[in-house]
T-cell receptor, first 117, second 113 residues
Framework: EAGVAQSPRYKIIEKRQSVAFWCNPISGHATLYWYQQILGQGPKLLIQFQNNGVVDDSQLPKDRFSAERLKGVDSTLKIQPAKLEDSAVYLCASSLDRTGQGDYEQFFGPGTRLTVL | QKEVEQDPGPLSVPEGAIVSLNCTYS??????FMWYRQYSRKGPELLMYTYSSGNKEDGRFTAQVDKSSKYISLFIRDSQPSDSATYLC?????????????FGSGTQLTVLP
């Protein structure tokens, strides 16, 4: 079974530039998550999708971050404009959970390491 | 105060040692308790999962939960160099229609051959 795919793996941009990350979840997984992991910290949930609908985006800085999941499969996370404090690893995860209430394991991708100069 | 506090490490032990990794939490609503392992440049992978107080064993790994003290631990017996990684505790509570995961900050473990 193929895992969660993310691209690019690394990205370096200057502050105020925009950047986009792509995630392809495991086939058949209904729930998709984006996390931000700052160096030395645990992952922090940014947004959760159930199929192509947003379940929770309470911790997403909506003035600069946006995310979409078209057709309930792939997802993109965008930052515009980027700030220095956005430097982090952005992790995508997916799970089988079709209702958002199950106890299904979250499978993580390798992440995209973003450096903002 | 953070909802989940984890011993920061780093921790360095000789091969074969018993390792103890610990987290405390403040939110009584947490229902499920997990340990993830994260190798360098990789995403976290689930190691252990439990939802009740007590011990759960899986090979060389034992997860312990004490809900009365809001304390969880992961024990690694006969530690191996391949166990060298960052270990993250995570906890979840059902919030609305979403099961939220809250992670600790991670403990970096190095097992020396």
């Amino acid at each position: 079974e193929a895992g969660v795919a993310q691209s690019p793996r690394y990205k370096i941009i200057e502050k105020r530039q925009s950047v986009a990350f792509w995630c392809n979840p495991i086939s058949g997984h209904a729930t998709l998550y984006w996390y931000q992991q700052i160096l030395g910290q645990g992952p922090k949930l940014l947004i959760q999708f159930q199929n192509n609908g947003v379940v929770d985006d309470s911790q997403l800085p909506k003035d600069r971050f946006s995310a979409e999941r078209l057709k309930g499969v792939d997802s993109t996370l965008k930052i515009q404009p980027a700030k220095l404090e956005d430097s982090a690893v952005y992790l995508c995860a997916s799970s089988l959970d079709r209702t958002g209430q199950g106890d299904y394991e979250q499978f993580f991708g390798p992440g995209t390491r973003l450096t903002v100069l | 105060q953070k909802e989940v506090e984890q011993d920061p490490g780093p921790l360095s032990v000789p091969e074969g040692a018993i390792v103890s990794l610990n987290c405390t939490y403040s939110n009584s609503a947490f229902q499920y308790f997990m340990w993830y392992r994260q190798y360098s440049r990789k995403g976290p992978e689930l190691l252990m999962y439990t939802y009740s107080s007590g011990n759960k064993e899986d090979g060389r790994f034992t997860a312990q939960v004490d809900k009365s003290s809001k304390y969880i631990s992961l024990f690694i017996r006969d530690s191996q160099p391949s166990d060298s990684a960052t270990y993250l505790c995570a906890m979840s509570v059902l919030s609305g229609s979403a099961r939220q995961l809250t992670f600790g900050s991670g403990t970096q473990l190095t097992v020396l051959p």
